[in-house]
């Protein structure tokens, strides 16, 4: 929760004249383990964390989208007269503007309104503001202006259709989802394929998470992603050729080392199968509230997304590396595409002050990167505030 919530209702007094009539959250999120496995068949287990982004919202009279962000300078002030197309000089606001366009291709009401957005979700960092700015926009502005809310699951579909059309940003469903259906104290076991989901408990009691921002551009991310794909691709075909296998995360390591020589896709096959397994340990740690277990396979994850998929990188192999020596930690892990971006921790929450200390120590005399870290908790999906 952010601490200055009261100074954002004033703000939003000051900007449009008049109180909020309402505010809402949405979450960020963190996907805990099944890295780089959502494209190979594998399932994922993300859940919605703490930190996210709040929105301010009062109706207007007149026909006008008035939208601003504490964390954005510039006012964008939409007509909704006119027709809704992603147009670069809106900036940010093109997140909430596409939402507004999908409300009104899906024939739902959206009248005029004063928004004002705040955040404490780092942006392009991998925590997935976009998704949350999305998901939180088509929320609030069903539940101010529609008769009812749609069903959590059609918010998230339809807001990744946002991002992949209005936006161009070709990503999955993993993080609309989350951010639609997260659930308090639990993570959520998704098929991306099928959607097809289960809540996992994850009561961190005397542990917390703790993401670590590298600070570092994931600029390698996009070529390396679609490289990584094919050999995916190519694993998988000369594995069905000889098993009949569909699925790339359901061959066995004895599978891969005997029917594929070629040392480079080898590694990646090895990768999503053994990172398959690890989700489904994972959760069979947390059901039994294994925490030990649960950081030995965050730290076995890293491992293989360092050395068989090579997608990790100076910054994000130091700052996990700062992470496991430091006081208090149980594992840790690069998340997201790699080169650059997040690592996740688990972290005995008595050793918090000391851990944080140390890994910004030893991050900064092995990187030219300042380390950025975020304890967490896991939240709720988007909601309604009881603020006001
Ligand atoms: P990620 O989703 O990993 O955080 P993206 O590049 O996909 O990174 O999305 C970040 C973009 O989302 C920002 O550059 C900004 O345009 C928009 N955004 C996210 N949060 C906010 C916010 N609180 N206020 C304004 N724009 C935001
Ligand atoms: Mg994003």
Redesign the pocket.
């Known amino acids: 929760m952010l601490n200055d919530i009261s100074s954002t209702i004033d703000l939003f007094q000051q900007l449009y004249s008049e109180s909020a009539r309402a505010i809402y959250f949405a979450p960020g999120r963190v996907n805990l383990i099944g890295e780089h496995i959502d494209y190979n068949g594998g399932k994922v287990l993300p859940a919605a964390i703490s930190l996210g ?1 709040y929105a301010l919202i009062s109706p207007r009279q007149d026909r006008k989208l008035v939208l601003n ?1 504490l ?2 300078p510039g006012t964008v002030e939409f007509n909704l007269e006119n027709e809704i197309v992603y147009d670069k000089k809106n900036l ?1 606001a093109n ?1 909430p503007l596409g939402v507004a366009a999908a409300l009104r291709q899906a024939n739902l009401p959206l009248e005029g309104a004063n928004i004002l ?1 705040q ?1 404490n ?1 780092p ?9 949350a ?1 999305e998901v939180l926009t088509w929320f609030m502005l069903q539940s101010e202006f529609g008769s009812s809310v749609d069903e959590r699951e059609k918010i998230a579909l339809q807001c990744q259709k946002v991002e992949n059309e209005f936006i161009g ?1 070709h990503c999955g469903i993993m993080d609309q989802f989350a951010i639609a259906m997260g659930k308090k104290d639990s993570a959520i076991l998704l098929d991306t394929s099928t959607l097809e989901h289960e809540y996992i408990p994850l009561e961190l009691n005397n542990y917390c998470l703790v993401i670590l921002n590298t600070n570092k551009k994931r600029t390698l991310a996009d070529s390396k992603y679609n490289e990584r794909r094919e050999q995916c691709e190519i694993a998988l075909s000369l594995l069905s050729k000889k098993t009949g296998i569909q699925n790339l995360c359901e061959a066995t390591v004895s599978q891969i080392e005997k029917y594929i020589s070629e040392p480079v896709i080898r590694k990646r096959a090895l990768h999503a199968s053994t990172e398959n397994q690890r989700v489904l340990d994972t959760c069979a740690a947390l059901r039994s509230h294994d925490f030990i277990a649960f950081g030995n396979l965050l730290n076995e994850s890293h491992r293989s997304l360092k050395e068989n998929y090579e997608v990790s990188g100076h910054e994000l192999d130091s700052i996990v590396d700062a992470a496991v020596k430091s006081p208090g930690c149980l594992g840790a892990r690069m998340i997201g595409a790699g080169f650059g971006g997040c690592g996740l921790s688990l972290v005995e929450k008595q050793y918090l002050d000391d851990f944080s200390r140390n890994v910004k120590k030893l991050y900064a005399e092995s990187t030219e990167y300042k380390a950025g870290l975020y304890p967490c908790t896991i939240s709720d999906g988007v909601h309604k505030s009881t603020l006001v």
Do not use: D, R
């Open positions: 982004i962000s964390n954005v940010w997140y957005f955040s979700l942006h392009g960092s991998g925590l997935s503001s976009s998704a700015i940003v």
